[in-house]
């Protein structure tokens, strides 16, 4: 089993839909938390940090349940320019390795 | 400012051949770290460098595996006896402090390498 499994892809939304990522991690030890953005032959690129209370940055919004071990990431009002991959990262040790799921594609459409 | 570069960009080599890899990271970040991604398995640690040491190894798949950092800054990862397995994209990623969890990392382009 991975350490960090992501909802199988692809996901193809039109244009102005809401969509959701879901995550779950298996170290219960795991202390930080992110999305990444990866667009198509590029490097990974913070989308953002996940924090316990939740977190918003425009049209993103971040959930974490330690609980449950379990992350999620709502796009609402998709655009085009969202198209990627997006990658639920953990983090648990000192040294800060990050520890990557296999990533969602979006592909969102006109 | 300038961010982390990786030469080369691409890199094709025979089996068992040696290959080097160089990252320059964002000046001043004193962590560095490797990855790799591979088709079907996502990205990989590999190495965490905090200066010119390697405190977490844990992640290099064998001993054909070896990196080093000199001057706190340029990291090489070299690859000795490269196996068709090898091929991957590897990447690079520096940040500011001390490696600390939840520092944000800055990856660079990659390095595309194939093992004919």
């Known amino acids: 089993r991975k350490e960090v499994e992501q909802d199988p892809g692809p996901f193809n939304v039109p244009e102005g839909a809401t969509v959701a990522f879901n995550c779950t991690y298996s170290n219960s030890a795991s202390q930080s938390f992110f999305w990444y953005r990866q667009d198509c032959r590029k490097e990974p690129k913070l989308l953002m940090s996940?924090?316990?209370s939740g977190n918003e940055d425009g049209r993103f919004t971040a959930q974490l349940n330690r609980a449950s071990q379990y992350i999620s990431l709502l796009i609402r009002d998709s655009k085009l320019s969202d198209s990627a991959t997006y990658l639920c990262v953990v983090s648990y040790n000192q040294g800060g390795k990050l520890i990557f799921g296999q990533g969602t594609e979006l592909s969102v459409k006109p | 400012g300038a961010g982390v570069s990786q030469s080369p960009s691409n890199k094709v080599t025979e089996k068992g051949k040696d290959v080097e890899l160089r990252c320059d990271p964002i000046?001043?970040?004193?962590?560095l770290y490797w990855y790799r991604q591979s088709l079907g398995q996502g990205l990989e640690f590999l190495i965490y460098f905090q200066g010119n040491s390697a405190p977490d190894k844990s992640g290099l798949p064998s001993d054909r595996f070896s990196a080093e950092r000199t001057g706190g800054s340029v990291s090489t990862l070299t690859i000795q006896r490269t196996q068709q397995e090898d091929s991957a994209v590897y990447l690079c990623?520096?940040?500011?402090?001390?490696?600390?969890?939840?520092?944000?990392?800055?990856f660079g382009p990659g390095t595309r390498l194939l093992v004919l």
């Open positions: 996940v924090y316990s």
């Open positions: 000046s001043g970040h004193t962590a």
């Open positions: 990623a520096s940040s500011l402090g001390g490696g600390g969890v939840g520092e944000t990392q800055y």
